[in-house]
């Protein structure tokens, strides 16, 4: 069941922001679950406090360890991309490689 105001995105929304409150304090949204004018965007890490989708190259989600990609906004999407790493087998420091996500060394399996 589609509701506006229940705080989730739902087809035929732009946005929700939820109770009539929440909608008080959102720049972005309107209690009519449409974005407020000018407004490009209300949510995602590629959506900034002037709810404008961030240029393409911003960092939108930085790498974690030797295995992770970085992660850059396109400057269409208010979504950062999928979370992406290394290919399994690649070599990491300590004469490791990477797998699942992680650096693996002989080391850690001893």
Same mark, same amino acid.
């Given at each position: 069941?589609? $509701?506006?105001?229940? !705080?989730? $995105?739902?087809?035929?929304?732009?946005?929700? %922001?939820?109770?009539?409150?929440?909608?008080? #304090?959102?720049?972005?949204?309107?209690?009519? %679950?449409?974005?407020?004018?000018?407004?490009?965007c209300d949510t995602g890490l590629c959506c900034n406090r002037k709810c404008q989708i961030q240029p393409s !190259?911003?960092?939108?989600?930085? #790498?974690?360890?030797?295995?992770?990609?970085?992660?850059?906004?396109?400057?269409?999407? +208010?979504?950062?991309?999928?979370?992406?790493? $290394?290919?399994d087998g690649t070599s990491c420091p300590g004469d490791g490689y990477c797998y699942e996500k992680r650096c693996?060394? +002989?080391?850690? +399996?001893?």
């Amino acid at each position: 069941l589609k $509701v506006c105001g229940n !705080g989730i $995105v739902e087809e035929g929304e732009q946005c929700d %922001c939820g109770s009539s409150e929440d909608c008080k #304090r959102n720049r972005c949204c309107m209690p009519s %679950c449409t974005l407020r004018s000018k407004a490009k965007c209300d949510t995602g890490l590629c959506c900034n406090r002037k709810c404008q989708i961030q240029p393409s !190259g911003t960092l939108c989600r930085a #790498r974690e360890n030797e295995c992770d990609l970085p992660e850059w906004c396109n400057g269409t999407s +208010h979504e950062c991309p999928e979370d992406l790493f $290394v290919q399994d087998g690649t070599s990491c420091p300590g004469d490791g490689y990477c797998y699942e996500k992680r650096c693996n060394s +002989h080391n850690d +399996h001893c």
